[in-house]
């Protein structure tokens, strides 16, 4: 009977810790307001609060409190800030008007050339670049830095040489020197100026070899992330440079596990400290 008692009391579902925590259970559902993960949610705790283990819980759990508990001791409204795991960004060569704008480019230096300090992300400054596409032949521009990770969102008029180059010049324009050396592009036609964007900004561009995206693997990944604000089929031409900041913001307030969840943010601000 004992046994039995013992048995029945084992398959009892367990209190979630989130229930028992108020203080924990606050700063979880803060960080999920504002569109991080449970992952990194439960990363920053560990960095944030190193010797109070009551305020650590494992991204497992904040899942559990989401979607399994009966009632949910988390709100249920911030499901919905969660992101989908579906691969949402459809191949770049997938259609007719992809193809065509695979122009021959002149000049053309290789990502074989690049310079070893790039691959192994040693200095900061060098960049990785793309366009994510949405509905009536709108696009922005997505630049993502090598070795913090930190985001750039661009507003272009069009996908023609002269509207992206023109607005990549305009952003890039404003980093601090440090924070300029290379731009990796794939072997998209909207960069066919490239020269004009090297004689602006003294960063040399080089292109992927086709149909190799991993190459660019950062900006890869951070399209995907990106997903969240811009899905399939989003007219991207209403958004003015002012909100597509706002995006890149909360983007680069997230902590990345890449980064030992630092935000790019902060990875940033200790390459300074540290050269500075």
Known sequence: MADRRAWTQSKRPKKCLLSLNESLRAAVAEKLSIDWSPEQVAGWLKRQFPDDKSMHVSHETIYRSLFIQAR?????????????????????????????????????????????????????????GDLISGSKNSHIATLVERQ??????????????????????????????ELKRTLTWDRGGELGNHRKFTLATDMQVYFCDPQSPWQRGS???????????????????????????????KLNERPRKTLDYLTPVEKLQSIFALTG
Request: net charge positive; aromatic share 6%.
């Open 148 to 177: 913090s990770r930190f985001t750039m969102l661009v507003h272009v008029g069009g996908k023609d040489t002269e509207s992206v180059v023109s607005a990549l010049c305009r952003e890039v324009g404003q980093l601090p020197e």
């Open 219 to 249: 900006n890869e990944n951070t399209n995907r992330l990106l997903r969240q604000y811009f899905p399939k089929k989003t007219d991207l031409s209403g958004y003015s440079q002012e909100q597509l900041n706002e995006f890149a913001r």
């Open 72 to 128: 949910g001791v988390l709100k249920k409204e911030l499901v919905k800030h969660l992101r989908s795991r579906r691969g949402m960004r459809r191949s770049r060569h997938s259609s007719s008007e992809e193809a065509e704008s695979r122009t021959s480019i002149s000049d053309l230096v290789s990502i074989r050339a690049r310079p070893k300090e790039v691959e192994d992300r040693a200095v900061p400054g060098h960049w990785e």
